[in-house]
């Protein structure tokens, strides 16, 4: 594991400065990382995902990564920072859309467990069962009696996940007013990130200490010695990147794998094959 810790030590050291301050609070003055900066960072990190990915396969642990935060934070650059070298068949990334008419009727949480990891998998919730203490509070899809009952009970159920053998990790991607207005804008202006900008978006950008106001509850109420509420600033995107990854690496106790040692075996030779005559319709060479 000290290979792996050696790995990780720059993004974890990062994320040790400035631990204790508050939400929303701007991350003390860093210069952004360079892109060269970055990538080496991020590969080594991408080689301890894939022993952490061999080790879950191995043991048949169960890992659940709950990522939430404000429109614009950076949840979905971030998942595909951690998933883009790592198997989609372990690494599960989960994004519900709106519940159907039939989900408004189950007991809220249901139409989320069965998502859950089984033995060798890592799921990743991008927005998970907080839509309740979240956007659905702010823009009124429940009532305040039913994020009450939502806070009685999570912790309960993140209990019970916990207790059945599943890590469990939260992570809250906190962005400042102006990075998130400048972010916006920006999908607005991009052809091709306008997609990311929905009319909730708009809505919930106008709202931002309703929000905040629901962050706080949520916190408060959710945020548990068992399944505690790890907060990451991602007005540097490259930054909070990193120093999640580094943190998740931290807290889950894998161990690299033995791997036999890859060699190419020696190719067949043709033995009479030949290229078929038949025409063959290549894809038009533009670039």
């Not at 659940?64 to 614009?72: K, L, T």
């Not at 907060?231 to 580094?246: G, M, T, Y």
């Not at 894998?254 to 894809?283: A, C, F, H, N």
Request: proline content about 7%; glycine content about 6%.
């Amino acid at each position: 594991m000290a290979e792996a810790k050696t790995a990780k030590s720059s993004a974890s050291s990062k994320l040790a400065d400035g631990a204790r301050d508050k939400p929303g609070e701007p991350a003390g003055g860093q210069e952004p990382l360079t892109n060269k900066a970055y990538e080496k960072e991020l590969k080594s990190l991408h080689v301890e995902l894939v022993k952490l990915q061999e080790w879950v396969v191995k043991t048949g642990a169960k890992v659940c990564i709950v990522f939430e935060g404000r429109d614009g934070a950076g949840k979905g650059g971030t998942i595909k920072a951690i998933t883009e070298r790592v198997s989609p068949r372990v690494f599960r990334v989960i994004a519900l859309p709106a519940p159907t008419e039939r989900e408004k009727t189950q007991m809220y949480v249901q139409r989320y467990l069965p998502h859950l990891p089984a033995a060798g998998e890592i799921v990743l919730f991008d927005r998970s069962w907080y839509n309740r203490a979240g956007v659905e509070r702010v823009m009124g899809f429940c009532t305040e009696q039913q994020v009450h009952d939502f806070f009685k009970g999570v912790p309960l159920i993140e209990r019970a996940i916990i207790h059945s053998g599943v890590i469990l990790l939260k992570y809250w991607l906190e962005v400042s007013e102006e990075e998130q207005t400048r972010r916006l804008e920006a999908r607005i202006n991009d052809g091709r990130k306008i997609w990311k900008l929905s009319p909730m978006d708009l809505l919930s950008y106008s709202r931002w200490y309703d929000y905040s106001r629901a962050r706080d509850d949520m916190f408060a109420a959710t945020d548990t010695d068992e399944a505690p509420w790890h907060v990451v600033r991602s007005d540097d995107k490259k930054r909070a990147r990193l120093n999640l990854i580094a943190h998740l690496l931290d807290s889950i106790p894998y161990q690299p794998m033995p791997r036999e040692k890859v060699k190419l075996p020696k190719r067949q030779k043709p033995e009479g094959y030949r290229q078929p005559d038949r025409p063959i319709r290549y894809v038009p060479q533009k670039y």
